[in-house]
């Protein structure tokens, strides 16, 4: 049975990206069309869908630092924006019941708010998957909406402990003991080197956090974040987040699939699906509004409202909740499961193209913005720099320091995160905090003097969308970037790339020079 799910599931993946769609689209289509052919779930696929979602809820969690939420504009945004959201759909909902339809006719105040409140929140899964894919889970907005994710899923489950009446057990107290355990995941991440056992202590760590807090009655989802939030200290979190990132995707293919498991949609229940999917500008708007009001710079506003601009898996949760203690009939957990899919299908859709969007429209946003710049976001020039390397990962900090041997101070790096700018800067780098793909950052930046910009970055479609902000900037100089395979050398090259080089290849050859060195005959006199 669950081959059948697999085979669907890559047709309709394969079918998507081939029309240059995300995937995750596809598997949202293979589970409604396999519900459509009779299939139904099965506990083996709700378990990989089960474990999909709390790897990653653990590896957001590696990648996070806790002091992100401490933030006004994620914790006062998260509030506000959820207050005024519920406030506003309620009056909307009432209006539309004015027009007979079934499905909001019999809802009074009570659920009606209750369907409200289930449509405040941003999909987890989808967002953290398409920030990932787009490798933007650490610039600004990537971080901004993942901090109102989680103030989310903290709301979430306050709700599930009120709605439900399911008080933590007294043992929950023991969990402040986590603060204390830090020597023992040292000691462990130490020992298990860079392997499979690597991999083996990510999912210990992730479902023993998960197991941990169910035992004491708190979600246990809510628990692999926290464990992920304590080991992203340590020097092993990066590496193990990579080491977990193809588990991961693979086993939230299993959630996808359920999401269309979850309803056999008819022709009235996708109509009302579609008037509550009409409602998702407001839920820009309203974080767009509020962003912006919080001194965040109009392009962070745009994107991140944007890819919160849908709704969530938690909602089937409450609707599910609420149908089960009798507030609402059965046909709305249909409803929400149609409306959660059809969003995820939208941001999938307009996020793809959401920097030319923005490179589009700035001249309508920017005036939205305050003339007052918190301090994160005030533009670093770097002086004196006549070559560029952004991306400071392994490679980018290679062709950095290669480039500060030769040309010293006249190099400058540039990498999205700024935890990882701080850190460089501490051993002497010149580095700065930046998003390549942020047009306003290169129209800010004097680029007369600089000659040559190094792309060390993994993914193409990055690479694609700097090279074009670059050219909205008038960069005249030229771009050097790496690929990891031979199929992407010619897509770089025609966006605009004067030199890719392929990065196995040039390791390779790298290696096999330096390696003559050691023969007589080819040492350099």
């Avoid at 996070?64 to 959820?82: A, C, P, Q």
Wanted: proline share 2%; aromatic share 12%.
């Amino acid at each position: 049975m669950e081959f059948a799910f697999i085979v669907v599931a890559f047709v309709c993946g394969l079918g998507l990206k081939l029309i240059g769609l995300p995937p995750l689209i596809g598997y949202l289509v293979a589970g409604f069309a396999l519900n459509t052919l009779g299939f139904h779930t099965t506990d083996a696929l709700q378990t990989i869908a089960d474990l999909g979602i709390t790897l990653m809820l653990f590896t957001i969690g590696l990648k996070l630092n806790v002091r992100d939420l401490y933030k006004k504009e994620v914790w006062l945004g998260s509030i506000i924006h959820s207050v005024l959201w519920v406030t506003l759909i309620n009056l909307l909902l009432f209006a539309v019941s004015w027009f007979g339809l079934d499905a909001f006719t019999n809802l009074d105040w009570w659920t009606q708010s209750l369907v409200a409140f289930s449509l405040s929140f941003s999909s987890t899964v989808c967002i953290v998957k398409i920030l990932e894919e787009s490798g933007e889970i650490k610039t600004r907005h990537g971080k901004l909406a993942i901090g109102i994710l989680i103030m989310q899923d903290i709301v979430a489950v306050l709700f599930l402990v009120i709605a439900t009446g399911k008080t933590p057990s007294i043992w929950a107290l023991l969990l402040l003991l986590l603060f204390f355990a830090k020597p023992l995941w040292v000691i462990i991440l130490e020992r298990v080197g860079h392997g499979e056992l690597l991999i083996l202590s990510g999912f210990l760590f992730a479902m023993g956090g998960y197991e941990l807090f169910e035992a004491v009655g708190i979600k246990g989802d809510l628990g692999a974040l926290i464990v992920g939030m304590f080991i992203a200290t340590h020097t092993k979190s990066t590496e193990m987040s990579k080491a977990l990132m193809n588990f991961k995707d693979l086993f939230l293919i299993g959630f996808f699939l359920t999401i269309g498991f979850s309803a056999l949609p008819t022709l009235d229940l996708t109509f009302t699906a579609m008037l509550l999917c009409l409602l998702i500008p407001i839920k820009f708007v309203l974080f767009f509004s509020l962003f912006t009001l919080l001194k965040l710079r109009a392009r962070t506003s745009y994107l991140a409202s944007l890819v919160l601009s849908n709704y969530s898996e938690f909602g089937l949760i409450v609707i599910a909740l609420a149908v089960s203690l009798g507030w609402l009939s059965p046909d709305w957990l249909v409803v929400l499961a149609i409306t959660v899919s059809f969003s995820f299908v939208l941001t999938g859709l307009v996020y793809k193209t959401s920097h030319n969007q923005y490179t589009k429209f700035k001249n309508q946003l920017k005036p939205f913005e305050s003339q007052h710049r918190l301090l994160v976001d005030v533009y670093v020039q770097p002086l004196g720099a006549e070559i560029i390397v952004i991306g400071l990962g392994r490679v980018g900090k290679g062709a950095y320091m290669s480039l500060n041997s030769v040309v010293g101070k006249k190099v400058w790096g540039m990498d999205a995160d700024p935890n990882r700018i701080m850190r460089l800067k501490k051993v002497g780098y010149q580095a700065m905090v930046g998003d390549g793909e942020d047009v306003d950052l290169w129209e800010n930046m004097d680029l007369t003097k600089i000659q040559l910009i190094l792309l060390a970055l993994p993914s193409i479609e990055d690479i694609c969308n700097i090279t074009e902000q670059l050219k909205h900037a008038n960069y005249t100089g030229k771009i050097a970037s790496i690929a990891r395979y031979e199929d992407e050398i010619q897509p770089l090259i025609d966006a605009g790339s004067d030199k890719v080089f392929n990065f196995f290849t040039e390791a390779g050859t790298g290696f096999a020079e330096e390696s003559l060195q050691l023969l007589p005959q080819h040492a350099k006199s």
